[in-house]
């Protein structure tokens, strides 16, 4: 590749699919930054001991874990798209309380909630509370 060749000006798509051809990236996308790509994306470059804000690493957000885990299940990315909504719901009802801090009593509430002021169906009441078990049953600690 010439490194003095400019990307296309005009609007010419033969132009512009041999540029994305000879440089592997779209014209007006910047090149990748130097270094040992494969070494930062597979998170070898270095232990990272804080963060940029000089905090130490945290572990995995909830939601991050319970993806994570539905992945490893092999569930369909569509179940794994609707439990976090329903999760996410369920943590915003409860003022966003942490679903550590919360049982049996505030899941039976929320779907309670669906049922009565949301005028959801059964099967919706279903999937809500398949959702805000899987957490319990699979990611949360049992305490």
């Known amino acids: ?44 470059a270095q232990e990272q001991t804080t963060s940029r804000t000089g905090d130490p690493p945290r572990s995995p957000r909830l939601l991050d874990r319970v993806r994570q885990e539905i992945r490893t299940r092999h569930y369909s990315r569509r179940t794994e798209t609707a439990y976090v909504a329903w999760i996410k719901r369920f943590i915003f009802f409860h003022d966003k309380r942490h679903p550590n801090e919360m049982g049996e009593a505030e899941i039976s509430g929320f779907v309670s909630h669906l049922a009565t002021h949301k005028k959801v169906s059964a099967s919706t009441q279903g999937q809500a509370l398949a959702a805000l078990l899987f957490p319990y049953k699979n990611v949360l600690p049992v305490s």
Do not use: C, H, Y
């Open 1 to 44: 590749m010439d490194p003095t060749r400019k990307e296309p000006e005009s609007n010419g798509r033969r132009e512009k699919d041999a540029w994305i051809r000879e440089t592997g990236r779209a014209p007006g996308v910047p090149n990748p930054p130097q270094g040992d790509l494969d070494a930062r994306f597979d998170g070898q």
